[in-house]
T-cell receptor, first 113, second 113 residues
């Protein structure tokens, strides 16, 4: 069956360093991928997305890389700040005429001041 | 603010009881999703509606049901509650097409005692 999984449950990063959060997916029919950030006590918040016809997309301090060959997705956060501390989820959106979004288990990012 | 409103924020009830969670989607969004998040767990997809019609079902128990009304708000009904149903329940909305991001509410925290 399809699944979206994350390599590391917790990532600790020094403030100012770059963070890389990885995600593996298994559904080759997925054509749209999204990263969400969930802060304590809040709902997930959209960060950045990428379509399957792209391999890189940049936002403000964030970059998403997609490697369809190995079904791998990563989120890079530049100059990590304390406010980046949260749980990060990758999600995949598969084809099928409607929008079915499957979430991975999440990676907790801890920023060390 | 995502524009998605969930009520109530907190709910404490006893086993065997029935509760209704309410969600008002973001203005203009036709699709509503329900997710369950247990402690330190990922987001488990329950069910999706698009413009009043059920579009997809995930791991939703038979004791749970949902509907989307003509004004597009949605309700998730949980009955014969068990201790294991204690969780955060999130509602999200989107335009409904592949490639449109989900916007999440801040969830309803259900505690079953």
């Amino acid at each position: 069956g399809e699944s979206v999984g994350l390599h590391l449950p917790t990532l600790s990063v020094q403030e100012g360093d770059n963070s890389i959060i990885n995600c593996a997916y298994s559904n080759s029919a997925s054509d749209y991928f999204i990263w969400y950030k969930q802060e304590s006590g809040k709902g997930p918040q959209f960060i950045i997305d990428i379509r399957s016809n792209m391999d890189k997309r940049q936002g403000q301090r964030v970059t998403v890389l997609l490697n369809k060959t190995v079904k791998h997705l990563s989120l890079q956060i530049a100059a990590t700040q304390p406010g980046d501390s949260a749980v990060y989820f990758c999600a995949e959106n598969s084809r099928g005429g409607y929008q079915k979004v499957t979430f991975g288990t999440g990676t907790k990012l801890q920023v060390i001041p | 603010d995502s524009g998605v409103t969930q009520t109530p924020k907190h709910l404490i009830t006893a086993t065997g009881q029935r509760v209704t969670l309410r969600c008002s989607p973001r203005s203009g969004d036709l699709s509503v999703y329900w997710y369950q998040q247990s402690l330190d767990q990922g987001l488990q997809f329950l069910i999706q509606y698009y413009n009043g019609e059920e579009r997809a079902k995930g791991n939703i128990l038979e004791r749970f049901s949902a509907q989307q009304f003509p004004d597009l708000h949605s309700e998730l009904n949980l009955s014969s509650l068990e201790l294991g149903d204690s969780a955060l329940y999130f509602c999200a909305s989107s335009e409904g097409q592949v490639g449109s991001p989900l916007h999440f509410g801040n969830g309803t925290r259900l505690t079953v005692t």
